[in-house]
């Protein structure tokens, strides 16, 4: 004899068991909570990681700008071909001169020689002449004398007129030491070139009147002056990659005018 099935009993809350075991309603509110807590995390982690690491890619084509250019750029810029530069002014000049010079006089030059030294003579004087004596000689001696063989010393005093022409015919020596002075105009001719030491600077100013062409190897440093620091500016294709932290939401505000870029 066979006995029909006896229905499960509903649980004290209402809820039906499923797999023998009693659902209640805390559990479901409990684990609905849970579920909504977790996909809120994943959410916030999600969007925290596309905050900080993603960004939004923005293609803008054919618009019209104002763009706000800086007092001045400083800019570092290589030249290929040379620069042609026109110098007409007088620049001053230090010239430093150290140096050994052989300067080649080939002209006479004239100058006030001044001696004042003494001169050797040897010379040997011939003198031939005849001296005419005419004067009164005073005689005090002694002579020597023989008389009757004997040899006797008698003293002589008195005055001897002399009148006579004395032949002379000698050669005379001279051997002195003269002193000259002399001052007189002379031109002198330098045989071989002065050599000279230059160690000196010398201040100058040379005019330059010139057309130089300056090749520019090195990049070089200039800074950009800019009049007119807002230009209008005509944007063919711009291709923009923009962060999120970059972006912010808000209301439209209306269609932009022709020609010029929304805001």
Sequence with gaps: MSRDPVPASPSPSGAPAAGGRVVTWRALILTSIVLVLAMTAVAVGVAAYAWH???????LREQQADVLLPESLAVRATVAEGVTVRIDQTLP????IQQTLSIPIDDEIPLVVSLDTTVPIALDVPVKTVIRLDQTVDVDTRVQTRVLGM???LPIRGRVPIQA?????VVVPVRERLPVVLQAPARVRLPEPIRTRIDTVIDARVPVREVLHLPLSRPVEASLRFPQQTVRAGLAELDLTLPFQALSIGGLKGPAPTGAAAP
């Excluded at 690491?53 to 293609?59: F, I, Y």
């Design 151 to 153: 040899t006797l010393n």
């Design 93 to 96: 000049v230090r010239v430093p």
């Design 165 to 169: 022409d004395v032949p002379i015919d």
């Design 53 to 59: 690491h993603l960004a939004a890619r923005v293609t």
